[in-house]
């Protein structure tokens, strides 16, 4: 495994600065898993790390910000596979899809115009609705 999780816009973590436990799987799986600690979740604290330039700390804190603990770290746990290797190696690769597709320029958006039956509608629809607001109102008498 090389040592660093490259996660886009040039930039690379080193992988020190994760933080890696192993412990024990659930579902089935028999006597391996009940002796084996096979789940692995890997941690990175976005809001301390030194090899992240302040812009996409930035950009992390607020495109992940449903995913980050209160102390601004960001957790991704594997289990799917019965070796603890394969998991780990699961881990990193969704962590670095995470964080890669979280640095990625969003494309601006370009508010459309609405098509003219569009506007027929909205217009015949208010219309209509007025139409039966008056309708409801009391009849005056002659």
Known sequence: ???????????????????????????PGGQHLNTSDTRVEVRFDVL?????????????????AGRLSRAGIVRVVAQGHRSQLRNREDAFARMGTLL??????????????????????????????????RSRSRVENE
């Open 100 to 133: 890669a597709r979280a640095l990625e320029e969003q494309p601006q958006r370009v508010p459309g115009r609405p098509t003219a039956g569009a506007l027929l509608r909205r217009r015949r629809d208010k219309q209509f609705r007025a139409a039966l607001k």
């Open 48 to 64: 301390h790390s030194p090899s992240l330039p302040e812009a996409a700390r930035t950009v992390l804190l607020e495109r992940l």
């Open 1 to 27: 495994m090389p040592d660093a999780l490259p996660i886009g816009r040039g930039l690379s973590i080193p992988l020190d600065e994760f933080e890696v436990r192993a412990s024990r799987s659930s579902g």
